[in-house]
């Protein structure tokens, strides 16, 4: 079980828009602390897509982007492409662990 | 260019020990908390470990507190994480991560190196 929610998987087909949740509480994101979004393709390293909620590292197409509101946070993709197929995964900090936390991973796939 | 590579995965019974490192390259290594994240089979993303710049303030995972020591050597650019008593469930592909100095998120990620406990 993990400290942020995701929904397990999400798909769209290319070009469309989908988006992705992470819910958190009052320890973490509602504690104000960051969210922050990878992309994880098998084998591969996680990538860091989007910083500090809302902010793009550079590389990282303007088709992602991240909002957050209360004790939750969301991650759009529009204009989907093949390559857009992996595992996204939220990750902030919990005051009460004094750690990092994660999301459990959104799976998804482009029809 | 920022490099992280980790080393030192391999197949153990649960109980034993083990020491994983993380070679790093391209940047002012003890300028920079580092973290280690780890992947169990089918499973999410999970924070394990991390170390300060200096070294001396570390934070661990409750499921690893008092098994696990994080440690870094900041002459050789290298950190370390000691896994002792492991279990199986320590089953996972370790990360080693670059933690950006501004906000608590992993800019820089290694490839991994896999862990197995089993009997």
């Known amino acids: 079980q993990s400290v942020l929610t995701q929904p397990p998987s999400v798909s769209g087909a290319p070009g469309q828009r989908v988006t992705i949740s992470c819910t958190g509480s009052s320890s973490n994101i509602g504690a104000n602390y960051d969210v922050h979004w990878y992309q994880h393709l098998p084998g591969a390293a996680p990538k860091l897509l989007i910083y500090g909620n809302n902010n793009r590292p550079s590389g990282v197409p303007d088709r992602f982007s991240g909002s957050k509101s209360g004790t939750s946070a969301s991650l759009a993709i529009t204009g989907l492409q093949a390559e857009d197929e992996a595992v996204y995964y939220c990750?902030?900090?919990?005051?009460?662990?004094?750690?990092?936390?994660f999301g459990g991973g959104t799976k998804l796939t482009v029809l | 260019e920022v490099r992280l590579l980790e080393s030192g995965g391999n197949l153990v019974q649960p109980g034993e020990s083990l020491r994983l490192s993380c070679a790093a390259a391209?940047?002012?290594?003890?300028?920079?908390?580092l973290t280690w994240v780890r992947q169990a089979p089918g499973k999410g993303l999970e924070w394990v470990s991390s170390i300060s710049g200096s070294g001396f303030d570390t934070y661990s995972a409750d499921s690893v507190k008092g098994r696990f020591t994080i440690s870094r050597d900041n002459s050789k650019n290298t950190l370390f994480l000691q896994m002792n008593s492991l279990r199986a469930e320590d089953t996972a592909i370790y990360y080693c991560?670059?933690?950006?100095?501004?906000?608590?998120?992993?800019?820089?990620w290694g490839q991994g190196t896999l862990v197995t406990v089993s009997s």
């Open positions: 391209g940047f002012s290594f003890s300028s920079f908390a």
């Open positions: 991560a670059r933690e950006d100095g501004s906000g608590y998120y992993f800019d820089y």
């Open positions: 990750q902030s900090y919990d005051i009460s662990l004094s750690g990092s936390v």
